[in-house]
């Protein structure tokens, strides 16, 4: 099976344009999650999405926004970019199965975008 | 409330000595913990996780971590540091929080192997 693919893989915008990250999903996985990366903050999470529907968000500004196609392929997209957005993002993907234990499922996550905002 | 600490930014060992990389962790359920490497430029992939079975839990590449529910820890330990090991590696604590998957990363621990 083909792994969670991100592209672009290397992005370079200036600030206060906007951005649209593609994630696409081990087949068969309806979990969709994305990651910010940074050296001083480390891994946080910026949202989950399950069959179309945001699921969980994380503390990030509403300038952060995702979605989630039929087919399970995600994008994010962040609108007026900011010097502090640069990072690398993840998308991770998940199999969940029906009555297994909700905590258990584990991610698989694809090589990341890496933006930089100058 | 759930959280995740891991004890050491960095860790150094020699090539071929004992690794271990320290996690303690906070939840009100009864959770589920991983741990994920990630070498440079790289996605994250996953060592080995625990699911309230067997304590010790045997991951890929030699590795192997411990459930301690006394001492709320999972810590992660290879008997012989090999040069590639040399990685980011996350803990990862998760609940059903709410009917779905909460997950929290550790701020991460880089493993140093000098040879």
């Known amino acids: 099976k083909a792994g969670v693919t991100q592209t672009p893989r290397y992005l370079i915008k200036t600030r206060g344009q906007q951005v649209t990250l593609s994630c696409s999903p081990i087949s068969g996985h309806r979990s969709v999650s994305w990651y910010q990366q940074t050296p001083g903050q480390g891994l946080q999470f910026l949202f989950e999405y399950f069959s179309e529907t945001q699921r969980n968000k994380g503390n990030f500004p509403g300038r952060f926004s995702g979605r989630q196609f039929s087919n399970s392929r995600s994008e994010m997209n962040v609108s007026t970019l900011e010097l502090g957005d640069s990072a690398l993002y993840l998308c991770?993907?998940?199999?969940?199965?029906?009555?297994?234990?909700?905590?258990?499922?584990?991610?698989?996550f694809g090589p990341g975008t890496r933006l930089t905002v100058t | 409330a759930q959280s995740v600490t891991q004890l050491d930014s960095h860790v150094s060992v020699s090539e071929g000595t004992p690794v271990l990389l320290r996690c303690n962790y906070s939840s009100s359920y009864s959770p589920s913990l991983f741990w994920y490497v990630q070498h440079p430029n790289k996605g994250l992939q996953l060592l080995l996780k625990y699911t309230s079975a067997a304590t010790l839990v045997k991951g890929i590449n030699g590795f192997e971590a411990e459930f301690k529910k006394s001492e709320t820890s999972f810590h992660l330990t290879k008997p012989s540091a090999h040069m590639s090991d040399a990685a980011e590696y996350f803990c990862v604590v998760s609940d059903p929080e709410g009917g779905y998957q909460k997950v929290t990363f550790g701020i991460g621990t880089k493993l140093q192997v000098i040879p």
């Open positions: 991770a993907s998940s199999l969940e199965v029906a009555g297994g234990p909700v905590s258990s499922y584990e991610q698989y």
